[in-house]
């Protein structure tokens, strides 16, 4: 569930949206400011304040880069499909040339999430790893765990378990240091899958009863819930039918997606 924009915030965002058709708007950055200091608690406000911007071809060329990069970005986190690269590659071309090595190392991440959209799994681990190259050490963990997580499931399509594999552990280490439970729940998850496509069906379990515990502590019955699918899917392939009943059966409803 979003959480609600504070007063302050929410006027501070009207303000701004009904300034931005202004013919002076563009000659500083407060808007794409703004929209980056909403991005994480509040998306659907970044996005909303960034789609307000009328006329981006108005900005300066560092502007407009910024823009594209917190558009990408904005749109990936409020699930809008990420059609082309057109917009991302206008980051990508103004960050390459040295000016923020932290911007460049998003671009390429987003740039990956533009491909994996359009199933080009490739092209889309191509640019994770590029990303990954980029990145200063002290970018923020979260982005570094985000990058491994993305690498991992792209190396799971590709039937590279063991590679998966290793992304996801990378990205589990970082997100229990910084004790993000719900990021690292989707990395245990991850590694069970891993040895859920190589049919090695205790270890699949293991890490899908750990990642079930994690699930139990958030309070979380849609996790929960995947995770009883899960494992009553596991025993479903060892013919241990009666334990995936129970574990089909159980009474969160969100098992039964």
Known sequence: MRKRLPALLS???????????????????????LADSLMQTYPDSALQLLEGIS???????????????????????????????????????????????????????????????????????????KSLRIMPQECDSVFWAMTYNHLGDCYNERSMEETARGMYRDAYAINLDVHDTLRAFHNLRG???????????????YYYKQALEMALSLDYPVLSGIIYKDLSGVYSEQREYELAYAYISNPYPACRI
């Open 11 to 33: 006027f501070m965002l009207s303000a701004l949206l009904l300034g931005s058709c202004g013919k002076d708007s563009y000659k500083d950055n407060s808007v794409l400011i």
């Open 55 to 129: 006329v981006p071809q108005k900005m300066g060329k560092a502007n407009r880069a910024w823009y594209a990069l917190l558009l990408t970005q904005a749109r990936y986190k409020n699930y809008v499909p990420l059609k082309d690269d057109s917009l991302i590659r206008i980051a990508v071309d103004y960050y390459e040339n040295g000016r923020s090595k932290e911007r460049l190392a998003k671009s390429y991440f987003y740039w990956g999430c533009v491909y994996r959209g359009q199933e080009d799994i490739p092209s889309a681990i191509d640019c994770y790893l």
């Open 191 to 205: 590694i069970g899958i891993t040895f859920l496509l190589e049919l090695q069906f205790d270890s699949a379990a």
